[in-house]
């Protein structure tokens, strides 16, 4: 186990609603990455937080946002859901001393009907 | 085009058999190079990262070609074990967004007894 959790581990939303995805980081960890694995795809980075401040997007709508708090948990936020957003989203979390290796959480499936 | 390509399999091989994944990537200005595995509804894991003058590790061999953009893993003696989705990743330079994690759509792999 990686020290990563997420919650929930299974949710079902309906389009244009909005969604709060949780994430603890593994101890002495202050930076999470929030990716999006739709099916039959590798993950896609979405954004990372170091130190509660937004360090690099990717290519996803401003409807996607998020948050990373002092202990260095992190929420992904959807708003306007889209029946698109329908997939598996990781975080990983890593040290500041071994960015290379991230440690991935097992994942929020997000089903939008 | 991809920025991480991979072969789309799926592979199916026996016991023992020895499979070889291959991966390009687009960016030559990458810097990091990573094999991660995937089990069935589960969260990525990392395999190994790659190094130029490849490396080993037990059954699994990764090489890096940076001229040809090319990047492989050779299993040998597979195991019912190695059954999962591989997934090559790279990592770029710079900040922000840059020198996040890129993933391919991963190549699934069936070991059969």
């Known amino acids: 186990e990686t020290g990563v959790t997420q919650s929930p581990t299974h949710l079902i939303k309906t389009r244009g609603q909005q969604v709060t995805l949780r994430c603890s980081s593994q101890s002495g960890h202050n930076t999470v990455s929030w990716y999006q694995q739709a099916l039959g795809q590798g993950p896609q980075f979405i954004f990372q937080?170091?130190?509660?401040?937004?360090?690099g997007r990717g290519n996803f709508p401003p409807r996607f946002s998020g948050l990373q708090f002092p202990n260095y948990s992190s929420e992904l936020n959807v708003n306007a859901l889209e029946l698109d957003d329908s997939a598996l989203y990781l975080c990983a979390s890593s040290s500041p001393g071994q960015q290379e290796t991230q440690y991935f959480g097992p994942g929020t499936r997000l089903l939008v009907l | 085009r991809k920025e991480v390509e991979q072969d789309p399999g799926p592979f199916n091989v026996p016991e023992g058999a020895t499979v070889a994944f291959n991966c390009t990537y687009s960016?030559?200005?990458?810097?990091?190079f990573f094999w991660y595995r995937q089990d069935c509804r589960k969260e990525p894991k990392l395999l190994m990262s790659?190094?130029?003058s490849g490396n080993e590790d037990g059954r699994f061999t990764a090489q890096l070609n940076r001229a040809s953009q090319y990047i492989s893993l050779l299993i040998r003696d597979s195991k019912l074990s190695d059954s999962a989705t591989y997934l090559c990743?790279?990592?770029?330079?710079?900040?922000?967004?840059?020198?996040?994690?890129?993933f391919g759509s991963g190549t699934q792999l069936t070991v059969l007894p």
């Open positions: 790659v190094y130029s």
């Open positions: 990743v790279v990592k770029g330079r710079g900040g922000g967004s840059a020198r996040q994690l890129t």
């Open positions: 960016n030559s200005a990458s810097q990091s």
């Open positions: 937080y170091y130190r509660e401040e937004e360090n």
